[in-house]
């Protein structure tokens, strides 16, 4: 019988065992383990999560790998034999959540399927996560967030009307999917243990897509399509709803604005000195501003381009615009605004020495997040679970690294 990891956080109590692979999984339990879940993070003893193979690297380490596997434990095991099976079982004896992105049906076929999970664990709640789901006539084929940034919508929609489609320059589907499914484990934890009765007691499967997150995001345009036939278009920065919105060229850079409510447009218009735009029949409510956007446009870029990023700001700002610059990476670590909410935050990394890293997001007044360490080595802890925890003797130990179950 495994014992819990007392850690600092909301979530100190809940115990995760991670079994996934790559982005979507390794993200989600990393904002649990943010906020005090115990997380053990499963790997092949062979093999390692890719993630630690991917670069940037320093000194031969993947700073992917640090910052997708802090906060964790990290464990080997073989899942597809027998003994592995089983001592997975015992791993999850009194886990509250267990997280696979194996292809549907490989959990199964290894004797680990939810049904057989539900016996050794009635309360357990078991993500799982595919590209396509666990239904529908896709289901079987494999999936990455680049299929599922194409199938959703998102590619489509992303880019200028003279472009091809674009894909994010980040990874989208499998972050949205990884925020979806914390979401997820955060309803299914209340509904077991809280409820409107006191909880239900039992655990169930989360059964999560890539490409159904970013779906989701589309508010309006399902319906769009279903009442009036309409298929968004690129449209570059612009955004179909509201205007002025864009990135506006200055004299040494870029800045963005918006002004979505009518007042903030008149703001805006003061600010640059042309109070006659909202009288302009073009501009005089957002529907007109969002027809005659381009033209719009060209007034407030031909303003800001004779000003620096900063001055246009400024005088912006003077005016109660709502405008800001286009940073990169430099600019983030400089900004005092990130600074003064501890947005980056220093480990000391047994690999690297001093690492620096993004902090915990949200902010809790009484239970914050925490870093405690960045990713941990291949099997780092498999004498801690296993001969500690798990309790096996130090002979069945040895012998099952030997026949590579762990």
Known sequence: MTTARERQGPLDGLRVVDCSGMIAGGFATTQLADFGADVIKVEHPEGN????????????VSLWWKSIGRNKRCVTLDLSTAEGSALLLDLLADADVLFENFRPGTMEKWGLGPERLHEENPGLIVVRQSG???????SDKPGFGTVA?????????????DSKPLLPPISLADLTAANCAVQGVMFAVFERDVGRSGGSGEGQVIDMSLYEPLFRLFLSEVEAYDRLGEVRE??????ESAAPRNVYETADGYMTLSASAQSIFENVAAAIDR??????????????????????DEVIESWTRERSTEAAIAEMEAADAIVGP?????????????????????????????????????????????????????GQHNDEVYLSELGLDESEYDRLRDAGVI
């Open 49 to 60: 999560d890719p993630l630690r193979e991917w670069p940037p690297y320093d000194e031969g």
């Open 132 to 138: 396509y789901g666990q239904t529908g006539p896709k």
């Open 149 to 161: 940034e194409g199938i959703s919508n998102w590619a489509h929609v992303n880019g200028f009307p």
């Open 234 to 239: 690129r449209i570059g920065n612009h955004h």
């Open 275 to 296: 109070p006659d735009l909202v009288d302009d029949p073009r501009f005089a409510d957002n529907e007109a501003r969002v027809e005659h956007a381009d033209e719009l």
């Open 326 to 378: 286009v940073y990169d990476m430099a600019d983030i670590f400089e900004d005092e605004q990130y600074g003064a909410r501890g947005n980056i935050v220093e480990v000391e990394d047994e690999d690297l020495g001093s690492l620096k890293t993004a902090a915990p997001v949200p902010r809790f007044t009484r239970t914050p997040g925490t870093v405690e360490h960045a990713g941990p080595r291949h």
